[in-house]
């Protein structure tokens, strides 16, 4: 599979995603909706207590993986989404200890595109090599848009070779009780 089409599979998965969190609400199930290869009752079941939590979560991206080259973060985030307003996401990484540490940073692009490409022209640095260290990189969602994280090292090669990019799209939370 070619850069392009993963890319493009990438914004297909993260549509359906967010289409599947779309029906948890709904009376119908999903298996009625949906007969393909994917059991959404399963990730429907797992997910929906996410959404009855008393607040905000702290998640460490990547979980016990950390924030590391190779690791595939767009499988993460599908398989640990949804994800709400007002979750902090926790960046962890080893701060260079010398000139042979592949150092990590964490940046926010201004559109798919960008992140797509990992054109990193207009994107934002968040967190530098020596901020992932100890407690790590905290961002907070605090806002109802798309968010698209990256490492920018090596001018975009963490980025499109190491897999170390992925977006989330909070969603807001509903209050029981």
């Known amino acids: 599979m070619g850069l ?23 009376t119908i199930s999903a298996t009625q909706h949906w007969n393909s290869g994917f059991n959404y009752t399963d990730w429907l079941a797992k997910h929906r207590n996410n959404n009855t939590r008393s607040g905000p979560n702290r998640i460490i991206v990547g979980g016990s993986a950390k924030w590391q080259f190779g690791f595939n973060y767009t499988d993460w985030a ?19 200890v010398d000139n042979s ?12 595109w960008s992140f797509l490409n990992c054109d990193l ?8 090599p020596t901020q992932g260290g100890g407690e790590g990189f905290e961002f907070r969602l605090k806002r109802w848009q798309p968010y698209f994280f ?17 977006a989330v799209m909070p969603l807001f939370r509903r209050w029981h009780g």
């Not at 599908?78 to 260079?96: E, R």
């Not at 540490?101 to 798919?112: A, D, E, M, Q, R």
């Not at 022209?121 to 530098?128: C, E, F, K, V």
């Not at 990256?150 to 992925?166: D, R, V």
């Open 4 to 26: 392009k089409q993963a890319q493009v599979l990438i914004l297909l998965l993260t549509a359906a995603s967010m289409a599947a969190v779309g029906m948890a609400d709904k």
């Open 150 to 166: 990256a490492c920018g090292e090596k001018n975009g090669l963490h980025c499109n070779q190491g897999l170390m990019k992925f």
């Open 78 to 96: 599908m398989k640990n989404g949804p994800f709400y307003l007002n979750d902090t996401l926790v960046f962890k990484y080893d701060p260079p």
């Open 121 to 128: 022209t207009r994107a934002r640095q968040l967190a530098d």
């Open 101 to 112: 540490s592949h150092p990590h940073s964490v940046y926010l692009f201004t559109n798919f």
